[in-house]
């Protein structure tokens, strides 16, 4: 099924909207004709590599044109894409780069430091740098032969790997094919109605997989055009906004806050905006009002890197009637709710959250009893997440059973921030915050006559993990609360803490 290669998309926009703008950058505009023409010549310059099927090319670097023309360029030759997040520790990236044993690896020129502190020579990958120098990563797709043809992919080859925190501690890597990436477009092309006209403004890193899977792709393979900026700036966006008639924009709730409480909000005209999408948590009441006023509304969702990472939308006009809600099952998608033994319950029962459709990963890379784990013995992937649905079919997220902390859009495992020595015990917890949704706290308890504090516990994760995980606040107490078997009852250091 040749049609479900991702690699394809470009060279057929090309002939389908030649001319149409596919993407705005930093004042520059590229049509689908001059991408697709690029992504043909990265394409042969990963040939000329020796870059073939099945090969792994990490991405490490910011938004820009260049992440796009090597991503369209990677899966056309079969290969598989690693984006790096690149707020991860440089022990984290390293990880990344080793796990997924990236064959070629494309950075921005600020990363030397941060590889050659973590990377041997036997380590590292071959690399190509960003840039202008005439041995970067611009030039050299300039000089390269084009190579227009995509190789034939199956629904189930990978096209991606995307690493998402472990609750182990260390980052999995979710294998995501061409059938994954092309039902999430769809079903992002059906649920947000995202048509051919549609100006995107993508924000947020396209390392993430939100924004690469909702944001970038959908609008891709629609035809529309996508305005990207390199990192969020409340007053650009804001400008980006008036200036080129945005119709979709999507965020986290900070990003929407962000956007609300700048001084130029009330000047700005925002009557292109048609499409606003929202995940990462609930939007609270006050951003609700703020839009409103407006005469905006969104569309939020749940999802997972591990569904691509759609799961769910709640419509815009349901926005108040289903307040709290994170909708209905994305199109091309079904969710149940189900009790340990894996029996689907009735409407108002609380249970784990499981998900089965084309856009579900195939599995942990180099993981095969964590992959086993993930999914029931009838197929359904395990969120690890508690809800339940109400009686005309919405989701309601009540949990999470694995205790994930989401701060400002990013995900932080306890596991990865409990790796503290010289504690007696420590719990990590997501505590409310007004800009971040929820920043996370440590919890110890400590031997007779030491001590320590949150800059002391921060310092010593410094370097170690991605700054954003860091603990906000470190507070010691005399006993953690445990269950019969020992187990930390992180719901009463919640109650205490986070009420």
Known sequence: MNELGVGGWLARRRLRSPDKPALIFDGGRWTYREMADRVDRVAGLLAARGIGRGDRVAYLGENSPEFLAVLFGIVQRG????????????????HVLRDSAARLLVHDPEFDGVLASVLS???????????????????????????????RMLPEDPAAIIYTSGTTGRPKGAMLTHQNLTFVSLNCIVDYDVVSSDIALLISPLFHVASLGMGALPVLLKGGTIVLEKGFDPARALALIEKHRVTMLSGVPTTYQMLADHPAWAETDLSSLQKLTCGGSAVPT????????????????????????GGTSLPPEMSRAKQGSVGLPQFFLDVRVADESGQELPP????????????????????????????TDDGWFRSGDLGY??????????DRLKDMIISGGENIYPAEVENLPGVTGVAVIGV????WGEVPWAILTLSAGTTTDTEAVRAHLDGRL????LPKNVVVVDELPRTAS??????????????
């Open 466 to 469: 991605a700054r954003y995980k």
């Open 348 to 375: 108002g029962e609380l249970g784990e959250v499981q998900l089965r459709g084309p856009n579900v990963f195939a599995g942990y890379l180099n993981l095969p009893d964590a992959t086993t784990a993930a999914f």
């Open 286 to 309: 006050r951003i609700l009002n703020a839009y409103e006023e407006r005469g905006l509304s969104f569309s939020q969702g749940y999802g997972m890197t591990e569904t691509s990472p």
């Open 79 to 94: 290969a598989v894409f690693v984006p790096v997040n690149t707020r991860l520790a440089p022990p984290e990236i390293a």
């Open 389 to 398: 649905v109400d009686k005309d079919g919405y989701l309601f997220i009540a």
């Open 432 to 435: 409310p915050d007004d800009r």
């Open 486 to 499: 020992g187990k930390v009852r992180k719901a009463d250091l919640r109650a205490r803490f986070a009420g």
């Open 121 to 151: 020579e036997d380590d590292m990958p071959e690399v190509i740098r960003t840039g202008e120098e005439p041995t970067a990563l611009s030039a050299l797709v300039s000089g390269a032969a084009p190579l227009p043809a995509a190789e």
